[in-house]
């Protein structure tokens, strides 16, 4: 019998010993988490992604009355980034997040299991790690890649 043990590193930082450019995307997430629509689960996130073309582009969680129609902050702005710049690659992900009391979470939260297997094909299709920034308001959590978020993760290619 093997066994083989899966590791995530995670840099627990506040925002001051953020450098700016990172600085700037969790700003840009904070700031997306505010045109989120979120009449159902008053749960709003932001994500901001930047390019390796130098966009960043963000996107908020979509709600609908038929719940299983909304989208997650993080695959609106991926989907909205490769939709509209094909070419570029992903760089970096920030992504915020409030509560049903409008205050920013705490501690940062996690993209959910389907966000996490559609980053990860941008980040396959990049080559290189996506930094992942996950931002809350007592700490921020910096992980090297998408594929850190996801072990064992599927993926044909
Ligand atoms: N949500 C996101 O947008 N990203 C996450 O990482 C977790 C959850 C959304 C889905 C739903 O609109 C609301 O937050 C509550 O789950």
Known sequence: MKEKQLITRIQEVQYDELDESR????DLARQATKRSYAPYSKFRVGAAI?????????????????????TCAERTAAYYAHATYPDAKFKTIAIAARGTDSEEVAAPIAPCGACRQALLEY?????DNVEVILVGRDA???????????PLA????
């Open 23 to 26: 600085r700037h995307l969790v």
């Open 123 to 127: 980040e396959t299709l990049a080559g």
């Open 154 to 157: 599927f993926s044909e290619f």
């Open 50 to 70: 930047a390019l390796d073309n130098g966009e960043i582009v963000s996107g908020s969680n979509q709600e609908n009355a038929a719940f299983p129609s909304s």
């Open 140 to 150: 921020i959590y910096i992980l090297p890649s998408v594929r850190s978020t996801l």
